[in-house]
């Protein structure tokens, strides 16, 4: 986990940036975990798009990078910027039409890892509070029960650190809405460490990064139906 800043610094949230957010450059890889004529599975460092940002300073993320090599790469799904981990992409149009309808028809298991401030009390649990995009504080999400579309995260407590009040998550989103972990996390009462959206400035400030990685993905080969499962080690 990332030591503290400097003190009395203190980093911006990205609401708080500029119209046209500058993705900081990122150097690290994407690094491949599984390929054939179908699918291609990687994991994404933190703070690389998973697509072009509309800003033209915001071009390079995860498909641009690959089509350096897979010139039919498609997109299936996003992790957000600041979230590191698994995704799949599909090689054809085939491919991309299986995994797309499986996503949509909640047939992939997605299980991530998260570093939380605070002890959580439950061993396990859900959260289950609907979701919408706060307009006119773009890019946030938020809680609304009126408008909201249904939302539900599943968590179980991993560990518990007294001494660095933290815990360890893992989280099994069984809807995939933008920003749901960190706001379900937020809505627990435990925003997740280095968060620049939902957390409060003294614990965006624990951690240089969003502690929040994608884990574990698993769904049924386009071609062959069999159930396949991949998974990206966690990098704190």
Not at 75 to 87: A, E, F, N, P
Not at 167 to 192: A, D, K
Request: charged share 25%.
């Amino acid at each position: 986990m990332s030591g503290e800043n400097d003190a009395g610094a203190r980093r911006l949230t990205r609401a708080e940036q500029p119209e046209h957010y500058i993705v900081p450059v990122c150097p690290d890889p994407v690094t491949p975990i599984y390929q054939d004529s179908d699918i291609l599975v990687i994991s994404k460092p933190a703070f690389l798009l998973s697509v072009p940002g509309r800003a033209p300073e915001n071009k390079d993320c995860v498909i641009r990078r690959l089509a350096r090599d897979h010139e039919d790469v498609r997109l299936v799904h996003r992790l957000d910027l600041d979230t590191s981990g698994i995704m799949v992409f599909a090689l054809n149009r085939a491919a991309q039409s299986q995994l797309s309808r499986a996503f949509q028809r909640r047939q992939v298991a997605k299980e991530y890892q998260a570093v939380v401030a605070g002890l959580v009390g439950e061993d396990h649990g859900e959260v289950a509070l609907p979701l919408i995009a706060d307009w006119p504080k773009r890019p946030l999400q938020k809680v609304c029960f009126e408008t909201g579309k249904p939302a539900l995260t599943r968590f179980q407590v991993l560990g518990r650190d007294s001494r660095g009040d933290t815990s360890r998550l893992r989280l099994r989103p069984v809807t995939g809405r933008s920003h749901q972990l960190r706001i379900h996390c937020r809505e627990l009462g435990h925003p997740i460490l280095g968060c620049d959206l939902y957390a409060p400035a003294d614990i965006l400030n624990r951690s240089d990064r969003l502690l929040l990685h994608a884990h574990r993905l698993a769904f049924n080969h386009p071609r062959t139906g069999l159930w396949r499962e991949f998974v990206s080690a966690v990098p704190f």
